[in-house]
């Protein structure tokens, strides 16, 4: 029995060695590899995979565009920059023209961050009375007359730059004889204070947003800027 025992522990030895040895080489292949071990617990929810992963995976969640007036053609677009206070004092210096005919910067109420149906405002809201003339801000390229469910009918102008695009919406009616491309003067009248879209009709009023383009310049897709803080930078 004494025997018997002297040759069984080697053996055991042995065995346990290769099963730590062989455990030790799938730990190293998973971590090096990625692999993801059956009966292993699930990724956590709302953590996307990282950029590049592999067939099968949920590609990364997309960076969140401009608000949702401004409604264009579909995804896949570039992700919009990200928006800087550089940007808000840039714009400041121009001293941009209020696009409300008669409108003066004290009656201004800042409704950027005011909640809307499932998103940002991220514009402000100009009252006035029905037809009251709206004013391209600054000269620049008219990129998009554009009619949408929200915001009724609208206007995209580019700056001089084709770095930031003006969205007027709400309008009543175009002004007369206003086309795509046309090259907008500063002061010109472009349309009239409406209830267009998804505004109340009781509460005529010009839904004017800024946001910064992307790479692209896609007249729909960017980062929104307060224009409440472009408007009332020190003259």
């Keep these: 029995m004494r025997r018997e025992r002297r040759r069984g522990g080697p053996v055991l030895l042995a065995g346990l060695g290769g099963f730590a040895l062989g455990a ?80 003066r910067r004290e009656q201004l109420r800042d409704s950027f961050s005011e909640g809307r149906a499932g998103h940002l405002h991220e514009a402000l809201d100009i009252m006035a009375a029905r037809n009251t003339p709206v004013m391209a801000v600054e000269d620049g390229r008219l990129a998009k007359l554009f009619f949408s469910a929200q915001g009724g009918n609208t206007i995209y102008q580019f700056d001089p730059s084709e770095t930031y695009a003006y969205y007027y919406a709400h309008l009543e009616r175009y002004a007369d004889g206003l086309h795509e491309g046309d090259r907008l003067r500063r002061g010109q009248v472009i349309g009239y204070v409406g209830t267009s879209g998804n505004a109340p009709p009781e509460s005529p009023h010009l839904h004017f947003a800024i946001f910064r383009l992307t790479a692209d310049k896609q007249w729909w897709r960017g980062t929104a800027l307060d224009p409440f803080l472009v408007f009332t930078q020190p003259q």
């Design 24 to 103: 030790a080489t799938v730990l190293f292949v998973v971590w090096v590899y990625g692999v993801h071990p059956a009966g292993a617990p699930p990724p956590l929810p709302g953590v996307s995979p990282p950029r590049g992963a592999a067939p099968g995976e949920a590609p990364p969640a997309a960076a969140p565009g401009g608000g949702a007036n401004r409604t264009g053609p579909p995804g896949g677009e570039a992700a919009p920059p990200p928006a800087v206070g550089s940007d808000v004092d840039a714009l400041g210096r121009r001293h941009l023209l209020l696009p409300v005919q008669g409108l």
